[in-house]
């Protein structure tokens, strides 16, 4: 895309300052009274020995002759002003939505670069409940984002499947279960016989002895338990897959804990080697007093490694396999510390790619109800948080618009969608508290109003039909079309910032703004029974937003029905 600050950053030339430079300083203004981008000069004074003022009028007066779009250049009060003729702004971004179509706002800028993603990993034979909501969503989104800026993204499911806790689901299903209904159940079955697990382990402490003898038998590869440890893997995730599907998440890798296994002995013997692992009460950790972190504890005194351990490894096997550009972790902020150790360990190893591991965190979802435990078996699936939203969505669709079509499958789009959107229009560190209503709320900053635009821009389309008239740019050169062409301007920059900080948001926000100026100016501007060349500039217009609306909602997983 034709970025303005660009083509400005290209024609200034100031002496002794770099283009780069004058390309970061150069900023939209918010009055445009005052022009469209600003170029404050307070920084050059120091270098050019002149003052701000003196600086933006010498280089005003330097400017013979702008590139189109831009028009003027005026210097006032040591800022340098430059205008764009709105109509020429116009003709060049509609062109090029219309002619780009959904890959309109992609980039070159990762190519040969590949960024590693590490997310929703969940935990095996646990429910996929509402705290993985955030992990899944982030992570699958910064995935197409990435994608979209030309990288390469490979999405990592590091699946919680190993630990004592299969011990003890052998044990429950041996005591209480049988393959039949864990077929038949599911999840359902397993949560339930874990729940019982631990109840009954309440009177019956040598339930706890019978699990750890059940896990030994699982490292050691007895065959029955290797068959039961890994029908419960299966079970899982024929089950998460469901969920995955509503939410459009993929995977390139589902190697988990288990995985590396086989892979933590030639790093901790590099640790010894460097002297980095020490003995602390018969556990093996390094120590991190330096950096003002309790030890990395890596081998328990018992011989047993730790997540820490395979996270490690998996650092490593990451780096080794895509050589990765960067290597982030979407996961809650609670692991905030064990995240900055094993980074630091990576660090201390003499990786420089420990730089680019990132933990991209996030906070908490809770509904209003409060919260939950696996163990006490309170939990809010998920699934049942989709299905809710769904329904809910029906009962809105069916009284708003009682005749649509296909009603089942626009409520599942639009219910879905807007849990997803509810997670990623906040900054991804705040804590979120779930309400229905106001995540359903078509008016407000949500999923279905995002959705409703572009469902009204598509009816606009249709109602108005096909118009092979030559545009006529007037049409759309007024405050609240030049609004909508400055938003529909910023998309790739919404892209990029989302991706430079990990926030998808950026994007869940933009998409509000594109959608609030384009229901301004289509309050205002009449579109069909108009003149033809008005008629086609504006539907041009409408167009393009409803092309950036869709593909904004793609990269956050979300659908567009075309009726609403
Ligand atoms: N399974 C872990 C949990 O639910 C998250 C794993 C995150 N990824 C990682 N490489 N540690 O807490």
């Known amino acids: 895309m034709l970025d303005k600050k660009e083509i400005l950053a290209s024609v200034l030339s100031i002496e002794g300052i770099d283009k780069k430079e004058i390309y970061g300083l150069l900023t939209e203004t918010a009055d445009p009274s005052k022009g469209d981008y600003s170029l404050p000069c307070f920084k050059f004074a120091k270098v050019l020995h002149k003052s701000p003022v003196q600086i933006a009028q010498s280089v005003a007066e330097s400017l013979t002759c702008l590139p189109p779009p831009f028009v003027k250049a005026e210097a006032v009060n040591g800022y340098l002003n430059f205008f764009v003729d709105g109509k020429e702004c ?21 190519e040969g670069k590949t960024i590693c993603l590490d997310y929703s990993s969940i935990n095996i034979a646990k429910p996929f409940h509402i705290g993985h909501l955030c992990t899944t969503v982030i992570g699958g989104s910064l995935y197409r984002i990435y994608q979209k800026l030309g990288y390469k993204a490979v999405g990592i499911n590091h699946l919680g499947d190993w630990g004592t806790q299969f011990g003890k689901l052998i044990v429950a299903f041996k005591n ?14 397993l949560t339930s016989i874990y729940v019982r697990f631990h109840t009954e382990a309440e009177s019956n402490p040598s339930l706890e002895d019978e699990a750890r003898a059940w896990f030994k038998k699982i490292e050691d590869g007895n065959e029955e338990a290797l068959h039961l ?14 969920t995955y599907k509503r939410l459009k998440i993929q995977f390139d890798s589902y190697n988990g804990e288990a995985f590396y296994n086989d892979k933590m002995d030639p790093i901790l013997q590099e640790l010894r080697e ?67 150790q094993v980074f630091k360990v990576l660090e201390k190893m003499g990786n420089d790619w420990a730089k680019d591991c990132v ?54 789009t639009v219910g879905v969608g807007a ?15 779930f309400s229905y209503d106001k995540v359903l709320n078509f008016d407000g900053e949500t999923g279905p109003y995002v959705q409703y635009t572009n469902a009204r821009c598509l009816s606009v389309m249709a109602k108005v039909g096909e118009c092979t008239a030559e545009p006529d740019f007037d049409a759309v050169d007024n405050p609240e079309g030049k609004a909508v062409i400055a938003c529909l301007q910023r998309f790739q920059s919404a892209i990029r910032e989302a991706g430079e900080r990990y926030e998808p948001c950026c994007i869940g926000r933009y998409l509000v703004d594109l959608c609030q100026s384009y229901n301004k100016f289509y309050l205002v501007h009449r579109i069909s029974g108009e003149e033809e060349g008005v008629k086609s500039a504006r539907l041009l217009l409408t167009n393009a937003v409803h092309v950036v609306i869709e593909e904004g909602l793609r990269l956050l997983g979300i659908g567009a029905p075309q009726k609403m």
């Open 359 to 412: 933990h991209v965190a996030f906070g908490m979802v809770s509904m209003e109800s409060g919260a939950m435990s696996t163990r006490k078996g309170n939990v809010i699936y998920l699934e049942d948080v989709l299905n809710k939203a769904v329904e809910k969505s029906l009962e809105i669709i069916t009284e708003k618009s009682p005749n649509l079509e296909n009603k089942e499958e626009t409520a599942e």
């Open 274 to 340: 460097k002297k980095l692992l020490v003995e602390d009460g018969g556990a093996q950790v390094v120590d991190l007093s330096a950096e003002e972190m309790p030890p990395c504890l890596l081998v328990k005194a018992d011989g047993a490694t730790l997540y820490a351990t395979r996270d490690l490894a998996a650092a490593y096997y990451r780096k080794r396999t895509y050589d990765f550009y960067k290597s982030l972790y979407v996961v809650a902020y609670q692991q905030n510390l064990h995240f900055r």
């Open 419 to 433: 849990v997803i959107f509810s997670v990623l229009y906040n900054n991804r560190i705040k804590d979120i508290v």
């Open 176 to 189: 209480w279960s049988n393959e039949e209904r864990l077929q038949q159940y599911g999840m359902q079955e």
């Open 229 to 242: 440890y890994n029908l419960f893997k299966e079970i899982t995730l024929r089950e998460v897959q469901k």
């Open 90 to 110: 116009a003709k060049q971004v509609l062109g090029e939505i219309a002619e780009k179509k959904e890959n309109f706002g992609n980039s070159t800028e990762g």
